[in-house]
Structures are given as structure tokens and as C-alpha cells.
């Protein structure tokens, strides 16, 4: 029979300012892991989750990573580890989720400040960097326990916590954590629950059980000893950007098509039972628009759309480093430009594989330049793509959660974003990962305005709760 | 005869601590016209300017522009002219340059502070924004002056100047103001100089003729409405990117060759009488190795490579606006790119049919690439191409000078770069216009670490003072 949650519900309704409060706190701390000159404000984050998390009575340690690699100057952030409940009765639960955000700069184009968060009293939009991605989950895990605490509810099962501050640069030096504490801080667990993702659309919530990898690249070609005036040198010198805007236009078309050799026939090819999931699937071409923001879609079809998020890799151009990128004008030929690009990787893409594709592409293209500058590959990270089984009794104990929360039964959904750490848990422990998520569509995770629906955060500390309630008694099926 | 300078020289020689550290109060105001943040600056380096005219005893007036097109927040810095004497029987020579500076930022890789002027004694360098573009030039005109008063030399001629604060963006409002006071402050000159660009290499003085004019563009492609997370939108949407490298990549080929249908046909022929000049020029392909601080040249001649930089058009790719350009990774799909590329003109190319022509080209290659993006062509500014007769009294005068204070007979050449206020003061004063450097090829102006060597300024100061000295006496011929 279904767990009695209501009192734990009545707890988190009435909790949800302070809640909210919560999450204010975290929002303001700009913790953005790809910025040297923010690496304080990342331990000052994990320092932020130690605390709160020891004032909840959780058993807490911060486990140092060590120094950066290729950036020796600079201290990995620890991961922050925490146990709540170790009754051998129990069914012990291991979630993960990051403390790190995205860049964010005003210039960028915010309406609110990016480490503020906004509440838009109207909409329910909470507007802040790391609101939705993933500062509202993993504080949705620390509320979940806070209003058992004050409900007086006993807590369902012993509960692992695992948050790191590196997720959006590569999540350096965890994978490493990861394999060592195996057989230690991990070795009870017999699920393992990650809230980093979204919803499909904005009404329907999901359980995910597939994700892209992601092979990130940077593209150095470097010419002159410095940058150059273009009136006095434009017309006697190789320009680094001629040929680097050569390369990068020669990887994908304009319809998206990957172009490099070699990728397409490493996709694992689609199968009829496959090709029956998309149709049943609460997704709009609709949703698509609101999320774009624009009608600028691929394609035009559901289906289709769901493949090229899902299930076909995608390659995508993100910018120029040491480039002319101010407004206005200035008249450089730049001497040193790196161009940066990832491939999202899908069944049965290998990283090895596609970085060699890619180095032979990048080197063809280069040579029939024939340019005078030098050119050099290079793979800032990579992670691999992830495929679970949805019938897992981790699975049905999430779905009937989601159905006692939200009153519908949720869609099997895979996700175009890559959790690499999703996989390593799986190889770590053993045992089935869900994905569990908490946003919708509309978030907006690493772009401007990144939001999440206050309604979202609140019930969605419900359904992380709900969960570990149904998890408790759910009758062990491996699917 | 040739004029006494004996003493005027030894006042400089004397004077040359307090003239550097003139310099150095210019280089320390960082009067970058680019950035709207630096706006204040530029208005402090043109106050600065008045103040040093004035304690020199010249009439200054400071010319207000209005505000500033496409940027009416902006205030224009004022156009600081000054008249130096008012002789009748005396000729009146029009000198001008400009006071503001190209941006600078430490990390762009700058070895010194960008705004403090930094000595090396052994080599005699001095580092710092705007030391050779234009401010060590600007203040010769002073320091030429001042030394004539502390050496009791009569000044030779009647000095018209007329200094700008926004050469480095386009000389916004300058034309006009000309324009408005051809038959005002500028209807006595009998002649123009302009100390503004470079020496061919770095031993012997050049006069120069003829400059290449520029054409500067930015090509924007707009897509979603706000930037995206690449995991979750990568294979579903156009990505602004793709689009704009393809087009930025289909404008020139890594030969320099530039691939705008029409172009060509614009530039007028080489006749032999111009293939003869350049054999006798004193440059040699090391000296643009040294100057490009590496072998990355296009050519391996140096007729060819001269042909290049003086007399053949060339197309530069100066960055992305709007697209990661940060060091580390950020795995965004930019919503709004602007591409800016620049076009450097010679005869007998026209602004307007340069433009169509571009805007034609962009047109076909972005209906070629068939994307729901958006794409939008913009001149950002433009200067027209300008060729002197080096035959003039005005250039006679200044070989003379350059005889006497380095012992060589100049080259004649023209020049890459553009200063389209050349030709505004042909057509306003219809008097002859020269182009006297006083830096040398390895200043590295618009790039990091920009030097003016203290001989070439101190010699410099010598040569301007010693050029008016010639013009006084030269015997008119038009040429």
C-alpha cells in the first residue's frame, strides 16, 4: 500500500519560504568552476553545503581532489560527502548532484542579476545562476530531510550524498574519488538517485534513463609572435582566424550534419521498438519552440527532434578564445586563436574513436590549407554516454512517486545532456541510476535568465521524498 | 643654403628626460575610443592636450562633436585644434593626429602595464598603448615647439594643429568638422603633415604617399532567443555559430586571396613604371619576419610581398562578438553572433560597391546554407584609399630634413593602414598632404607590447622641428 506522506507534504508546504531562503543563499555564492578567478567561491560553496548539511545532523567529510590538472596553480574543489541514517534495515540510497554553475555575467544579457536570486512573484520564476542546474536539486535533498526532522517522520531509508564542485568543467578528479571510495563510502548503496536534469516540457515530469556523452575540444592555431595591425600586415601574412574559421566551418553543416568521417557509422543503428517509444512521449514541437525561444528548429517532426536530442550525436561550435570579442570595432589580426567545440556522443560512440575522427578531420582540413601557421588539437574532456534499464525497481518506486505527487505517471525519457558521472556510479556501485529531475524545459540551464519554477523546487522536494519512500518498499525487480 | 639647426638639435638632445616624461602623462590616460567605458579618458587625453598647447603659448580651441552616431549615449570626444604662430609672411603648415588609443587589457598577453609608459634602458624601448600610435608622434609637435622657445630659435612657420580623439573608431564626426572649417582654421595651410604611421623597417626613414583605405563590417546571425545548453539543444536547433563561420569562412582563403565576386575587378592595374619602384626600396623579407615575429608570410618575395601591403586589397577576420571567448569550457550554444571582418581598400575601389558587393556575396552564402537563422550585414566605418604626388615641395622639404638629422635619402612609399583624415584634408584644404613616421616597423602598433624607441622619438622631435625648418625655404613646386 502506498506510503502516508501527507505530513511530510503539510512539513515542506509550510517550510517553503525558508526553503526558498535556502536556495538564495546558494545562488549567491558564484561558484563558476570554468573561472579561475572564482575557484574561492566554489569552496566557499562546498564549505556552504558542509554546514548546512551537519546542521541537518548528517555525517559529513570534505574529501580534497588535489591540484588541477594542466592548471597546477589552481586546488580541485573536495567533494562533499555525507551520510544521514545507517540503520542495516534500511535500504541505503546514494545521491549525487553539483555545486558548481555556469558562467554568468551581466553582460551576457541577464535581466537580474545573475548571483541574485529573483522570484517573480507572478510567474513563480526564481531567475539565478545554478537556480535549476543544480543548486535547487541538491538543496531539494537537504529540504527533503529538514522536513522529515521537523514532521516528525522517520526517514525512509539511510541516505548517501555525494555533491561535487566541478561538474561543469569536466568533473576533474571525481571519477578518480569515485573508483577509490567504491568499496568504502559507496559500498552500501543500492540505488543510486541524481536530480541534474529536466523535464521534456513544462507539464509533465520524466524519469531518464539514457544520456549523451560529450567530447569537448579546443582548436589553437597560433601564427605571428603577437597580434598585428590588419592595414599594416593584412595581405603578407597567414591569419591564424582565416584558417581557424576554415576548420570549424568544415565540421558540422547548417542542418546540424556532423561532418567529419567516420562518426555516422559509429550510431548504433534505430530500431522498430525504439522508433514505437517517440510517439507516446508528452513532448510538443511547441515545447521545443518555447524552450528555443524561436522557431529556428531542425526539424519538424517530434519524432525526429526527439532522435537528434536522444540519440544521434551533435557537434557544436561555442566560440573563439583570443579573438577580437568586444563590441565595437578594432582593427587586430590576432595571433594566437583557440576555437571551441564538443561532439555529443551516443551508443556506441567510443571518445578514443571520435578524437581520432576528429584529429584525422582537423588534420586533412588543415594540411589543404596549406598555411604557413600552426595548428593543434586538443581534448579538454570527455564523458561517456549512458544507457540504464527503465524497468528496475528504482524505476517503478520513482514512477509511482511521481504519480503520488504530481498525479500522472511520468514518461521514459532519455536526455541530450551529458551527466559523465551518471556512468561512473553505475560502474562504481554496481547498481541501477536513475535520473530524477526537477526543472522543466524552460530553465534555461547555462544560458541567461537560468530559472526554476518555485513550483518545481517545492513539489519537487516532495517527489525526492516520495521517492525514498517508495523506494523503501518497492519489491526488488532488476527490470 | 640649408637652414642653421644646430642648436635647435642640442635643445632636444637636452631637453629629452622631460619630453619622455611628457610621454609617459600621455601613455598613463588610457584613451581607448573603442570602449564605452573609456569615453571619460578620452575626454581627460584631449584636456591634457589642451593644457601642455596652451602652457606652450598656442591659441586652442576644443571643437565639441555631439553625440556619437548609433551610440547616442555617448558623448564625442572634441577635435583640439591650436594655432602656433600667425606670421603672414611666414607659410602655415597643417599637422595632425590623433589622441586616442587602441583598447588594451593585461590579458591579452602584454609584458607591461598597457598604460604606464615602461623604459627599457639597454634596448631603449618604451612599452605602452598609444607610445607609437599616435601620442609620442602628437607630442613631437609640442616638444619641437617647446625646444625652439628654450633655445631661443624663431619658429620657422605658422602651425596649424589639429589633434582627434576617435582615429581608432572610425574618426567619427572628424570629416564633417573639416568639412565645416575648410575656409576657418584651416584656410591659411599651405601644406599638410601627418605623423601617423611607420617606418618600412627599422634603420631607414620613409616618406609616404599613398595609404590603403578600409572598409570595416559586422555580419550578426541571430537564432534562438537566448543562449542554449548544447547537451540539451545541440541536433534540434540552427546554431547561429555554424552559420557565421561559413560565412566568415567563404570570405578570403588562407592564401589572402579574397572571394567576393567583383573585388578584383575594382583594384586598378600594375603598370611598370610602379613594378620598377619597388626593387630600390630598402626592405627586405627579414624585415617582415621580424616585424610579424615569425616566417608565416604569404610571399617570399618581397616586390610581391610589398604589392601585398601597399596596392593590393586584403580581407582580415578580427573575431566573434557575442560566442564563448573565455579561456576553459563552456558548453553554450551562443543565440546572437556578430562576425567582424574588415576590408582594406586601394585604387580605384569605391566604399559603396565594395559594400554591395559584399552584401551580395553574404546574401548568396547565406541562402546557400538554407538556415531559419537570421542574418544581418552592417559597415560599421569606412576611409577611402588616397595617393599623393611625392614630387611636391612639401615632400622635397621632408628629404631634405631627413637627410640632414639621419644622413639618408628616404624611401618613398605608401602604406597598409588607413588614416582616411589624409584625404579629407586633400579634398578640404587642396593643398599637398605628406606622411612623415616617426616610428619604426617593430612598434607593433594595435598589437601587445606597442614600443616607440626612444631614438625615434628623440630623433623624431629633431625631424619635425627640422622639416618646418625646409618647408620654409623650399622652392614651391607643385610637382
Same mark, same amino acid.
Given at each position: 500500500m502506498a506510503p502516508q506522506l501527507d505530513s511530510f507534504f503539510k512539513q515542506v508546504d509550510a517550510m517553503s519560504e525558508s526553503f526558498i531562503d535556502r536556495l538564495s543563499k546558494a545562488v549567491a555564492i558564484p561558484s563558476v568552476s570554468a573561472m579561475d578567478e572564482h575557484r574561492p567561491d566554489v569552496f566557499k560553496m562546498g564549505e556552504f553545503m558542509a554546514s548546512e548539511l551537519r546542521n541537518l545532523g548528517a555525517e559529513v567529510t570534505l574529501h580534497p581532489l588535489g591540484k588541477q590538472p594542466h592548471k597546477e596553480h589552481l586546488e580541485l574543489p573536495p567533494v562533499v560527502t555525507a551520510r544521514y541514517g545507517s540503520d542495516p534495515s534500511k535500504r541505503t540510497v546514494l545521491v549525487y548532484g553539483h555545486y558548481d554553475v555556469q558562467p554568468a555575467l551581466m553582460e551576457d544579457g541577464w535581466a537580474t542579476k545573475p548571483f541574485k536570486l529573483t522570484v517573480d512573484e507572478s510567474s513563480g520564476r526564481m531567475y539565478g545562476r545554478g537556480s535549476?542546474?543544480?543548486?535547487?536539486?541538491?538543496?531539494?535533498?537537504?529540504?527533503? =530531510?529538514?522536513?522529515?526532522?521537523?514532521?516528525?517522520?522517520?526517514?525512509?531509508?539511510?541516505?548517501?550524498?555525494?555533491?561535487?564542485? %566541478?561538474?561543469?568543467?569536466?568533473? #576533474?578528479?571525481?571519477d578518480e574519488f569515485i %573508483? @577509490? #571510495?567504491?568499496?568504502?563510502?559507496?559500498?552500501?548503496?543500492?540505488?543510486? +538517485? =541524481?536530480?541534474d536534469n529536466y523535464w521534456l516540457g513544462t507539464e509533465k515530469? +520524466?524519469?531518464?534513463?539514457?544520456?549523451?556523452?560529450?567530447?569537448?575540444?579546443?582548436?589553437?592555431?597560433?601564427?605571428?609572435?603577437?597580434?598585428?595591425?590588419?592595414?599594416? *600586415?593584412?595581405?603578407?601574412?597567414?591569419?591564424?582566424?582565416?584558417d581557424l574559421v576554415r576548420i570549424m566551418s568544415s565540421l558540422v553543416d547548417p542542418d546540424g550534419k556532423i561532418l567529419i568521417d567516420g562518426i555516422d557509422e559509429m550510431v548504433a543503428p534505430i530500431t522498430d521498438q525504439e522508433k514505437a517509444l517517440y510517439k507516446d512521449i508528452a513532448f510538443t514541437m511547441d515545447n521545443l519552440y518555447e524552450s528555443l525561444g524561436s522557431k529556428t528548429a531542425l526539424?519538424?517532426?517530434?519524432? @525526429?527532434?526527439l532522435m537528434g536530442r536522444w540519440r544521434f550525436p551533435s557537434l557544436s561550435l561555442h566560440g573563439i578564445e583570443g579573438a577580437f570579442s568586444a563590441p565595437g570595432a578594432k582593427?587586430? =589580426?590576432?595571433?594566437?586563436? =583557440?576555437?571551441?567545440?564538443?561532439? @555529443?556522443?551516443?551508443?556506441? %560512440?567510443?571518445?578514443?574513436?571520435?578524437?581520432?575522427?576528429?584529429?584525422?578531420?582537423?588534420d586533412k582540413v588543415f594540411a589543404g590549407l596549406k598555411s604557413k601557421n600552426k595548428c593543434t588539437l586538443k581534448l579538454q574532456h570527455d564523458g561517456k554516454w549512458w544507457v540504464a534499464s527503465p524497468n528496475h525497481w528504482n524505476f517503478t518506486a520513482a514512477a509511482k512517486a511521481v #504519480?503520488?505527487?504530481?498525479?500522472?505517471?511520468?514518461?521514459?525519457? @532519455?536526455?541530450?545532456?551529458?551527466?559523465?558521472?551518471?556512468?561512473? *556510479?553505475?560502474?562504481?556501485?554496481?547498481?541501477?541510476?536513475?535520473l530524477l529531475p526537477m526543472g522543466s524545459s524552460t530553465d534555461g540551464a547555462h544560458s541567461i535568465n537560468e530559472k526554476l519554477d518555485r513550483r518545481n523546487y517545492i513539489e519537487g522536494i516532495k517527489l525526492l521524498g516520495a521517492y525514498l519512500h517508495y523506494v523503501a518498499e518497492e519489491p526488488m525487480r532488476e527490470g
Open positions: 535549476t542546474d543544480d543548486k535547487g536539486p541538491v538543496l531539494g535533498w537537504l529540504n527533503a =530531510i529538514e522536513a522529515h526532522k521537523k514532521a516528525g517522520v522517520e526517514f525512509p531509508v539511510n541516505l548517501l550524498m555525494c555533491f561535487e564542485g %566541478m561538474e561543469e568543467y569536466g568533473s #576533474e578528479g571525481l %573508483m @577509490r #571510495e567504491a568499496k568504502g563510502f559507496f559500498k552500501d548503496a543500492d540505488a543510486v +538517485c =541524481i536530480s515530469p +520524466c524519469l531518464t534513463y539514457g544520456l549523451r556523452g560529450c567530447n569537448y575540444y579546443s582548436l589553437e592555431v597560433t601564427g605571428p609572435g603577437a597580434d598585428l595591425h590588419s592595414g599594416v *600586415f593584412g595581405g603578407t601574412a597567414h591569419e591564424p582566424m582565416t526539424f519538424d517532426d517530434k519524432a @525526429r527532434t582593427t587586430v =589580426i590576432p595571433a594566437k586563436v =583557440i576555437g571551441k567545440f564538443s561532439i @555529443r556522443t551516443v551508443p556506441d %560512440m567510443e571518445s578514443e574513436a571520435v578524437t581520432a575522427a576528429v584529429q584525422k578531420h582537423v #504519480e503520488h505527487v504530481w498525479g500522472v505517471k511520468p514518461d521514459l525519457t @532519455r536526455e541530450g545532456g551529458s551527466i559523465p558521472v551518471t556512468l561512473t *556510479f553505475e560502474e562504481a556501485t554496481g547498481k541501477n541510476v536513475l
